[in-house]
């Protein structure tokens, strides 16, 4: 079975461009995680959607990040416009939330190393 | 507010040592949920194991076992007889329960503990 998948896997660009992410969950798994790895902050929390309804955007550095899930098997997070401090890995994980509450482990993509310039 | 502390920066090893990577962490819920994760030098972020509050059983999986113990809010990670495709940045983390679906949401994070096994 094919994991998380995570385009592109590497994005150069300058500051004040507009970088989008993408990231395709695996089948079957109803919730979706962004996160954003530096040496300084880690690994944090950016968003996170259940059923595809955006649940805790309370990670968002700032109003130049949006995430959206359009349907379940599909979502992007974008930066506009993009800043040299906004170099990091984003990971993109998902896994399966069911009715009663139970949940598998989060299963994490390749991830996308941005490099703002 | 939950915390997840891992004090060894950085770990070296000679390959057949045992190693203990330690995980502290710190939550005011009673129901919470623990992880170990493993990123090699390739990047990616590779599940290696779960535990919930209510399940203090240590674990045995190959080389790897872990110990839970909720006395001293530890969770701590054995590797026997290393090998140096251990050689990776591991992660400790922490998830409360998520009142309004029941489950595990937001996972925080340690800093990681970089192990090297050399020959």
């Known amino acids: 079975d094919a994991g998380v998948i995570q385009s592109p896997r590497h994005e150069v660009t300058e500051m004040g461009q507009e970088v989008t992410l993408r990231c395709k969950p695996i089948?079957?798994?109803?919730?979706l995680f962004w996160y954003r790895q530096t040496m300084m902050r880690g690994l944090e929390l950016l968003i996170y959607?259940?059923?595809?309804?955006?649940?805790?955007d309370s990670g968002m550095p700032e109003d130049r990040f949006s995430a959206k899930m359009p349907n379940a098997s599909f979502s992007t997070l974008k930066i506009q416009p993009s800043e040299p401090r906004d170099s990091a890995v984003y990971f993109c994980a998902s896994r399966y939330l069911s009715p009663q509450g139970t949940f598998s482990e989060q299963y994490f993509g390749p991830g996308t190393r941005l490099t703002v310039t | 507010a939950q915390k997840v502390t891992q004090a060894q920066t950085e770990i070296s090893v000679v390959e057949k040592e045992d190693v203990t990577l330690d995980c502290v962490y710190e939550?005011?819920?009673?129901?919470?949920?623990l992880f170990w994760y493993k990123q090699p030098p390739s990047g990616e972020l590779v599940f290696l194991i779960r535990?919930?509050?209510?399940?203090?059983q240590n674990e045995i999986s190959g080389r790897y076992s872990w110990n839970f113990q909720k006395s001293t809010s530890s969770f701590n990670f054995t590797i026997t007889a290393s090998q140096v495709v251990d050689s990776a940045v591991y992660f400790c983390a922490l998830s409360e329960r998520e009142i309004l679906t029941g489950g595990g949401n937001k996972l925080t994070f340690g800093t990681g503990t970089q192990l090297k096994v050399e020959l």
């Open positions: 959607f259940n059923n595809n309804v955006p649940i805790d």
């Open positions: 939550t005011r819920d009673t129901t919470y949920y």
């Open positions: 535990r919930n509050s209510f399940d203090e």
């Open positions: 089948s079957g798994h109803n919730s």
